[in-house]
């Protein structure tokens, strides 16, 4: 006998049957001599027994079509299933309309380029940032050949964003068409799995504009302007834990 | 890529499990094990080597827990009260059924954070130390969740807990 006294969490461990062999005597022998402790004990192992009982049977259905995994790992890049282009373009349209009329709120010291570079980033957002087979077309280990490509297509230097900082890593990147010419997407997530997406391209108008929030949907985010290059920062989170994000990706890309 | 296939395959059962128990709805459950699935296919290379079970609960709980932000966001309640009773075990007999049916519905009132440690730990046998790891919390948290979630449910079973109302139960943040 070690003499140590019975915790709680020795009781648990004895329940789940993850004890050392010595410790579990010294607990089944203290529970003998505490007929209460050993009704409550016994009771927890019974609870145990009925929630495997009730949930064993999902386990033991077939498995549905769609979660055949030689069939996922064989067709990795398969095309995004109907339901799921189904939903991005609702989400389009929510966000067209709802967002549309949102954004003209928070944005309307700026009407024209900044709103519209904000609405593009939301649509780049809703169509990729759910697709989890491809929602980027080159890789981050790509990254300095996605930088130089971007860079001659918007024929600009455009400066990859650093978010490790803020706990984002970078997923990669595509480039997005819009009715201002290409843009530049990059996609970044974090260890939850939570996506950002930043989207930059040259402005037609609103050279340079302060940074405004903006929200549509069940996104928001951050459109800015500097030195004819805009930006907007797009993703899931409150506005506010975006916003110190939005901030370090204005520095970063000053230092151009 | 056969490893991938004899690592994962025999624990979609287990991941079913787990998400229809938190989600309690047969297709948005197997959507949710899909996603997951899809990730771990993609980002294969990131896992730590050994027992791939707690990566995989791991990549399936954050999914969950930001599919539930993105509900609680859009203001649209995930009633984790109104499963569809078919969604559990078809072919046990009824009386059992009915049984079954009250240990998970008094699972359900469970906080989420508590009845999050109750499966991993005392259905899908993870170690306490590997609960920590997928719910991201130290392992004193582990125990004291599963300490309280096990005397509730048991007030619950016992019919001395205080009358919650019934579909009520709103999943929040499950940390």
Known sequence: MTNRPITEDDLHAYVDGVLEPEREAEVAAYLEGHPDMARRVAAFSDQCDLLRKALAPIADEPLPPQLNLSRMIERPRRHPSF?????????????????????????????????????????????????????????????????????????????????????????????????????????????????????????????SAPMAPHSGGDVSGFAWADGGMGYSLVGQAAAEALRPIANEVRKQARTI | MNDMLRLIEPVIPALRRYARALVRNRAAADDLVQDCLERAISHWGQRREGDPRPWLFTILHNLALSQFRRSARRGKHIAIGEANENDFGQDAVQEQKLMYQDVLDKLARLPDDQRAVLLLVAVEDLSYADAARVLDIPVGTVMSRLSRAREKLQQEIEGTADTVPKNVVQLRSMK
């Open chain 1, 83 to 207: 339901l799921r282009w189904a939903v991005a373009a609702m989400l389009m349209l929510s966000i067209g309309g709802l967002g549309g009329w949102v954004m003209r709120g928070s944005l309307q010291a700026s009407p024209g380029g900044l709103a519209a570079l904000a609405q593009e980033a939301a649509y780049s957002y809703s169509v990729y940032a759910p697709d989890r087979v491809r929602p980027v077309e080159m890789r981050a280990s790509d990254s300095a050949q996605l930088v130089q490509w971007v860079s001659n297509r918007l024929k600009q230097p455009v400066k990859l964003p650093d978010l490790t900082g803020s706990g984002y890593r970078l997923m990669g990147g595509r480039l997005i068409a819009t009715s201002h010419g290409p843009a530049a997407m990059f996609m970044y997530d974090d260890d939850r799995g939570d996506r950002l997406v930043v989207l930059t391209r040259p402005m037609t108008s609103d050279q």
